[in-house]
C-alpha cells in the first residue's frame, strides 16, 4: 500500500510559479514511475507529467510543455512538480500517481495504481 499527499498548491496570478510535491509513504516508490495529474472543474483529470524510476525520463503534455518540470528524489520518496508561466488554464486540482505495472512512461488515467487526495491550484488572471 502507498499513502500521497500533496503540497504545495494555492492562489498565484498568471505568470507566477508554484512547486508542488508528493510525499509518499508506506511503501518506496522509488522503483516506480510516478506521474502528476490534473481535474478542472467539469472536465476529466488529465495527464501533466511523469517520470521513470530508471533513468527519470519525463514525458508532458503538450500543454504545460517548456512550462512544467517534473523531478523526484526516490531518498526523500518524493516527487515534484515545478510550475513556471501559470495561466488561468491550469487551474484544477493537481493528483499525483504511482503507476506500478509498467517501466515505460504512461498516460492513462486507469494505469496509474495509487492516487493522492489533491492539492487545488488556482490562476488568477
Known amino acids: 500500500q502507498v499513502q500521497l499527499v500533496e503540497s504545495g498548491g494555492g492562489l498565484v496570478q498568471a505568470g507566477g510559479s508554484l512547486r508542488l510535491s508528493c510525499a509518499a509513504s508506506?511503501?518506496?516508490?522509488?522503483?516506480?514511475?510516478m506521474g502528476w495529474f490534473r481535474q478542472a472543474p467539469g472536465k476529466e483529470r488529465e495527464f501533466v507529467a511523469a517520470?521513470?524510476?530508471?533513468?527519470?525520463?519525463?514525458n508532458y503534455a503538450d500543454s504545460v510543455k517548456g512550462r512544467f518540470t517534473i523531478s523526484r528524489d526516490n531518498a526523500k520518496n518524493t516527487v515534484y512538480l515545478q510550475m513556471n508561466s501559470l495561466k488561468p488554464e491550469d487551474t484544477a486540482v493537481y493528483y499525483c500517481?504511482?503507476?506500478?505495472?509498467?517501466?515505460?512512461?504512461?498516460?492513462?488515467?486507469?494505469?496509474?495504481?495509487?492516487w493522492g487526495q489533491g492539492t487545488q491550484v488556482t490562476v488568477s488572471s
Open positions: 500517481a504511482v503507476d506500478v505495472f509498467s517501466r515505460w512512461l504512461r498516460i492513462g488515467v486507469t494505469e496509474y495504481l495509487y
Open positions: 508506506g511503501r518506496t516508490v522509488s522503483r516506480y514511475n
Open positions: 517520470i521513470t524510476v530508471s533513468d527519470g525520463s519525463t
